[in-house]
């Protein structure tokens, strides 16, 4: 069986369109080099992820947002865990969304963001590494559009200003205390459109194989991790799998450290109604396929069963 596909995304698209497909409809999961975002970014942005999370626990929590669900803000340790989930995830994030400007017809689905006073050069570095993940990801959705045998640029408008949103990870070293069965992130599917990783070298990204095994993603240094999530999941009706995956626990030194990780959520448009692709649909099957949702009111759903909304 062929593995994960890890390709680069400075090839024509025609040519790794299927490859990827392939690798979304067996795995959910593929890797993506060259993928465009500067490594001084990265960089830049890794150690202002570090410097906000080394504050202190109360100049962090000013920055909870109190019935916002995490969707911007600081989310403290323990809060979120994984649908169907007895434990909390071991994880404290921060969230960077869209900022759209006022009067914006879908200004109303986006709450402002926050920017930390206390960590230099935060606001800039993250919207900039913000638009940075967008462009990577609008070009894994034109190969996903050539591989479905769409328009190339189907995905473009279905994503114009969606919510869209950046998560800054910090998984802390693991204390003896840490609660019997609790793993850094529980088994759980993603909700959106596609997802692309960055920081997923430090082992312990697992995926959960149609043959109902753990399969550890390897990553090469710099690339990008990208999975597909239920939304597209949805309007493919199944074609491209959202793959429920999880963050073990590492053992022996790596436990002791902490892991830091910067996942990128792409959303549809608030507004954007998710129907099956007729394509995905078989002939005579069409009244077995999912009821059209508007992208809002899913992803609502979804943060209900997940503790955030």
Request: charge should be negative; include cysteine.
């Amino acid at each position: 069986m062929s593995d994960i596909a890890i390709v680069s995304l400075e090839q024509p698209l025609e040519t790794i369109a299927d490859e990827l497909g392939r690798s979304f409809a067996e795995y959910g999961f593929a890797v993506v080099r060259d993928h465009g975002i500067p490594q001084e970014l990265i960089d830049r942005a890794e150690e202002k992820s570090k410097e906000f999370f080394a504050l202190p626990e109360a100049t962090k929590m000013a920055y909870k947002i109190e019935g916002g669900g995490g969707a911007r803000g600081y989310t403290p340790f323990g809060t979120e865990k994984a649908k169907d989930a007895d434990i909390f995830d071991l994880k404290e994030f921060w969230h960077v969304g869209r900022s759209l400007p006022e009067g914006h017809p879908l200004a109303s689905y986006m709450a402002p963001n926050l920017w930390p006073s206390e960590v230099e050069g935060f606001r800039d570095t993250f919207s900039g590494l913000y638009l940075a993940f967008e462009k990577a990801g609008l070009r894994v959705l034109e190969a996903i559009a050539l591989h479905l045998g769409l328009d190339r640029q189907f995905f473009a408008p279905t994503v114009e200003d969606g919510n869209s949103v950046m998560r800054l990870l910090h998984y802390p070293p693991l204390g003896d205390d840490a609660p019997e069965g609790a793993i850094r992130a529980a088994a759980h599917g993603d909700i959106n459109t596609i997802t692309l990783l960055l920081g997923a070298e430090e082992a312990g990204l697992e995926l959960l194989t149609k043959q109902g095994e753990w399969k550890s993603v390897d990553v090469p240094e710099g690339a990008l991790v990208i999975n597909v999530g239920d939304m597209l999941d949805r309007q493919t009706n199944g074609v491209l799998r959202s793959t429920t995956h999880r963050v073990v626990n590492p053992r022996g030194e790596a436990a002791k450290r902490s892991r830091f990780s910067m996942p990128f959520f792409l959303h549809f448009r608030p507004d954007y109604v998710i129907e099956t692709l007729p394509s995905c649909i078989e002939p005579g099957r069409e009244s077995e396929a999912p009821a059209p949702i508007s992208s809002h009111e899913f992803l609502q759903q979804r943060l209900r069963e997940i503790n955030l909304a």
